[in-house]
């Protein structure tokens, strides 16, 4: 079982809908961070938040949003999505944003996303 | 910017032995590495820093040499278990604490 919980696992939505991912995780860590993955790729970093302020954002489009309500909780805001948005999305988390370097990243088992 | 990792794939019957390379021509501070298996998370296997530590994890070890920028996973005597996609993780030091996945290598184990 993983420490990181992702919801839902499956996620089908159209692209003039609104969803939301939601990610938790109660290891005390202070860094999470969001991933995206297509098949047979490596993640690709999308956002990471450090002390619950967003510290990347890597040049992500605005139909996605990020939040992080408090350190134990990360959300992903999902508006007017395209289909090339489909993928599954990881949610990860490590002991704080400096000791990332050299402590693990903890994923969730993700969102497999399809936009129609 | 995104290191590189080699071979792409292998295949191994159990009880093989493989490695599995990573390179950059970035200074690295730390290389992370990962296994993926389909439809699931990724797991974390170790992380090396600078100063060409070995580490060892069961039967799955790695290397880092800081010289050439390189890390090496070696997996021996391989199980059904091992199976997967190996990603290795790095990052630059510094205030660019960002970790960079290279391509991944994909391990198949048969009987």
């Known amino acids: 079982d993983t420490e990181v919980t992702q919801t839902p696992k499956h996620l089908v939505m159209g692209m003039t809908n609104k969803k939301s991912l939601k990610c938790e995780q109660h290891?005390?860590?202070?860094?999470m961070y969001w991933y995206k993955q297509k098949a047979k790729k490596p993640p690709e970093l999308m956002f990471v938040?450090?002390?619950?302020?967003?510290?990347i954002n890597e040049s992500v489009p605005s139909r996605f949003s990020p939040e992080c309500p408090n350190s134990s909780l990360l959300n992903l805001h999902l508006h007017a999505l395209q289909p090339e948005d489909s993928a599954l999305y990881l949610c990860?988390?490590?002991?704080?944003?400096?000791?990332?370097?050299?402590?693990?990243?903890?994923f969730g088992n993700g969102t497999r996303l399809t936009v129609t | 910017q995104q290191p590189v990792q080699s071979p792409q794939a292998v295949i191994l019957r159990e009880g093989e032995d493989a490695v599995i390379n990573c390179s950059s021509s970035?200074?690295?501070?730390?290389v992370h590495w990962y296994r993926q298996k389909h439809g699931e998370a990724p797991v974390f296997l170790m992380i090396?820093?600078?100063?060409?530590e070995q580490k060892g994890h069961d039967k799955i070890s790695a290397s880092f040499n800081e010289k050439k920028q390189q890390s090496s996973l070696y997996l021996t005597a391989s199980q059904l278990s091992y199976s997967g996609t190996y990603f290795c993780?790095?990052?630059?030091?510094?205030?660019?604490?960002?970790?960079?996945f290279g391509k991944g290598t994909l391990l198949t184990v048969n009987p």
């Open positions: 970035k200074a690295l501070y730390s």
């Open positions: 993780g790095t990052t630059s030091g510094g205030s660019n604490y960002k970790l960079t």
């Open positions: 290891m005390g860590h202070r860094a």
């Open positions: 990860a988390s490590s002991q704080d944003l400096n000791a990332g370097q050299n402590s693990p990243l903890h």
């Open positions: 090396l820093l600078k100063g060409g």
């Open positions: 938040y450090s002390y619950e302020k967003l510290s």
